[in-house]
Each structure stands twice: as structure tokens, then as C-alpha cells.
């Protein structure tokens, strides 16, 4: 990792700068809710966006759980050497579409993007 301390925004800045594509699609491995539909839904709504960004219907956003395409790399370089490390605020400085998630979606459920780090996390639900 490049800029370890600043938690997500150095981890998706490894993440691009390490990819071999020009479009990626980040997604955490502890939620286990996310589906196929969702995943189709997201990227049938990249239009050339440098990022794609989920958001439930109460405004929460993902932003770790999005399409992100390489062409952030300056900017998000930029933002990490002057000590930004607010994912969001990054996120509209460079121009991202920030999808709405309809409760009417058929793939929508309001835990879609709960993540699991504990035995405990786990009997929430299950």
C-alpha cells in the first residue's frame, strides 16, 4: 500500500494503482448480501463516469462497494498527499455518479450491504 494510513481512500488508491484494468468494480469481501442483480444494476449505469457509487434510499452512500474507473488515479493521488482521507467529499470532487437505490429494486434488501467481522455479526442474521 502506498499511503497506508489513510484507510479506505489508500486502500482504493493500492487497489487502482495496482489493477490492470481501466474499469474495476470494488466490492468488500464481508458482505455477503451483495447479488448478482445489484452487481448487473451497478454496471449498467457506468456512462463513462469515473465512479459508480451505490446510495440507500435514507442518502447513506457505499463507497466501497462501487465501479471506479483508473482515470481517478491523479486525482486521488492529489487528495491523499494534501492529507484528504474523506472518501465522499473525494468522491464528488471527482465527478462520480452516485446511484439511488430504489426499496422498490427487485435486488434491494436493507441489509444488502451489511458486513460480517464477528460470530456475532453473523447470528444478527442468521
Do not use: W
Amino acid at each position: 500500500m502506498k499511503y497506508p494510513e489513510p484507510g479506505p481512500m489508500g486502500g482504493l488508491y493500492s487497489a487502482l494503482l495496482h489493477s490492470t484494468t481501466h474499469d474495476n468494480l470494488v466490492l468488500p469481501c464481508d458482505t455477503p448480501f451483495i447479488n448478482k442483480e445489484f452487481i448487473r444494476f451497478l454496471l449498467a449505469s457506468v456512462n463513462d463516469q469515473p465512479a459508480v457509487i451505490p446510495v440507500h434510499p435514507d442518502g447513506k452512500a457505499e463507497p466501497l462497494c462501487g465501479y471506479y474507473s483508473r482515470n481517478i488515479l491523479p486525482l486521488l493521488k492529489n487528495f491523499l498527499k494534501q492529507g484528504k482521507y474523506k472518501l465522499v467529499d473525494f468522491l464528488h470532487q471527482a465527478g462520480a455518479l452516485f446511484l439511488p437505490l430504489d426499496k422498490d429494486l427487485p435486488f434491494y434488501h436493507p441489509n444488502m450491504f451489511a458486513n460480517f467481522n464477528s460470530p456475532e455479526d453473523l447470528r444478527k442474521y442468521y
